[in-house]
């Protein structure tokens, strides 16, 4: 009589199937690159998953104090600008570990890298940052948790249309509807942009973070 399966068992054959359908998946994602460049590919999306994670940051909360009324000039402190920020979602961030904060910059550049394992989760990170309690009223998007204040360039609009691309080739036909749904706040967000960089009006942009 054979022995009766045991929870390990089981176990190691989930893990078998599951490694097999991610073998294929990346035969299929990249089926002319060499083993070493499958294998980069391959970590490093694996550590993107790795670093979505829940970020909850209530700014207003955290000026004002929870029990305690923390004091006075805290509530001039560091984003006391953007009270209005309530972030409760799963994100993706730089790196989990080391640098588990917001940081829209890196985001942006995370949704392209995303489009090809879950472009649906790339589209919605893209209109979150784009949601009341994100975006500024003015169009600012907010940069880093260390200052939401902090000018980047429009990156959001460069992922939206990336995203775009890579979900139209994918499902063989374009998702407009996504890019109706983004693009008045990302045309508030590039003005914004653009009146604080080329504010003589020269068409030519002044500096700033990464010049």
Same mark, same amino acid.
């Given at each position: ?50 670093? #979505? ?8 909360? =955290? ?22 920020? #309530? ?13 588990? =904060?917001?940081? @829209? ?25 784009? #949601? ?13 948790? =260390? ?9 959001? @609009? ?34 914004? =942009? ?18």
């Amino acid at each position: 009589q054979e022995p009766l399966d045991t929870p390990f068992d089981h176990q190691e054959a989930i893990f078998t199937t599951r490694q097999q359908e991610t073998d294929l998946f990346y035969d299929e994602l990249v089926p002319e690159v060499s083993a070493e460049d499958h294998n980069i590919l391959r970590q490093a999306q694996a550590g993107m998953i790795w670093n #979505k994670q829940f970020y909850h940051y209530d700014v207003a909360r =955290w000026l004002d104090g929870d029990q305690v009324p923390p004091h006075g000039g805290h509530k001039r402190g560091r984003n006391s600008a953007w009270r209005h920020l #309530k972030a409760h979602h799963i994100i993706s961030v730089p790196d989990a570990w080391e640098y588990p =904060w917001f940081a @829209a910059w890196d985001l942006a550049y995370h949704c392209i890298a995303f489009a090809a394992l879950d472009v649906d989760f790339a589209k919605g990170q893209i209109e979150l940052l784009l #949601k009341e309690y994100y975006l500024r009223p003015n169009g600012q998007i907010p940069a880093c948790e =260390w200052g939401f204040g902090d000018v980047n360039p429009p990156l959001a @609009a460069m992922a939206a249309i990336e995203v775009f691309r890579v979900d139209r080739a994918q499902r063989g036909c374009p998702d407009t509807g996504f890019l109706q749904r983004v693009l008045s706040k990302l045309l508030m967000n590039y003005t914004w =942009w653009l009146n604080r960089k080329d504010a003589d009006g020269h068409n030519v942009f002044e500096g700033g973070f990464l010049g």
